[in-house]
């Protein structure tokens, strides 16, 4: 492209010149008896190219004139700032997420599945949702105690593989349900970015999932939560499963695999105090459909600032060089100056004509 087309509007000046160039000029004749022996003259080498230094000439004014016309390349640059966001998932493996009063595409499965199904998509993204690309997201799970699984972080592969991996406490020691002590672990990991970090994480929230009541740990809920609005951080809790029974699956006295309905209680007040103490949300999931839009709504009150900025940098190739992957060009102008040297220097040595 060009910046300054008109400049092409010389081009017939050129045509003129260039006529005016090549055109016989008048010459004084004498008499002579036979010219049959200069036609069997043969020309030399150099009077074959007395017209080269007038094209050199003629080149280097149309180079000049394309150099005047400001030929340029752009290029787009796109820069992207985006203000993240920092999640932590918390998450419950106690043995009551065992309950099947969940579906995926038809089928049971118990509620650590449905949580790990929709929580991956809140993350990497589907046809609803956009992902959260440039936030931080890390992992805790807990049963009896908490366990940070992950790091708060890009890799968000890496994190829903965790996610994934994560499976309902089987051993009866360790389960329970430790609320307070997931909270304050998920606080500490929180609040530990900004040491990290030469800038400052503005918005850090946190999503509680879980089907019970704090049953274990050192630390009360509400004690846990009260640390987490001191720090700035944002609790969205989730009460998870069916009111009322839900059906568990038990061994019976042979091994055998059988389905019971049992009583499910969800400590709604508490996990309801957490959120406002928080300024957060409580919501309540009692089935996948109801999870996803959980998820979905979360999604969209914490929206993720991304500002991105496109620009066209401009390659100048009257002054500057063009360059491929195989190929450079140098500048025209470069160009223009180099053929009216050589047509300067051949005209006044080599190919000097004489009058």
Known sequence: MFHSPLWF?????????????????DSRAIDFSSTSLASQLTPTFRQR????????????????IISLARPREGRDQTTTESEGIAIEMVVDRSGSMRALDFKIDGEHVDRLTAIKNVAAKFILGDESLDGRFSDLVGLITFAGYADGVTP????????TS????????????????????AIALAVEK????????????????????TDGENTAGELEPIAAAEVAQTLGIRIYAIGIGTKGQAPVPVQDAFGRRRVRMMEVNIDEATLKKIAEVTGGKYFRATDTDSLASIYAEIDQLEKTKVETETYVDYLELAVQPWRSSWLKLPATLLISFSLMLAGVILQHSWLREVA
């Open 152 to 159: 708060p972080t890009l890799d968000h592969g890496f994190l």
């Open 190 to 209: 929180l609040n530990a970015l900004d040491e990290r970090r030469e800038q400052k994480v503005k918005s850090k929230i946190m999503i509680l999932l």
């Open 9 to 25: 509007l010389l081009l017939p000046l050129l045509v003129l010149i260039g006529w005016r160039l090549f055109k016989s000029r």
């Open 49 to 64: 190219i007395l017209w080269l230094p007038k094209l050199l000439t003629l080149l280097a004014l149309l180079f000049l």
């Open 162 to 181: 965790s996610l994934d991996n994560t499976q309902i406490v089987d051993v009866r020691s360790e389960d329970g349900t430790a609320i307070g002590d």
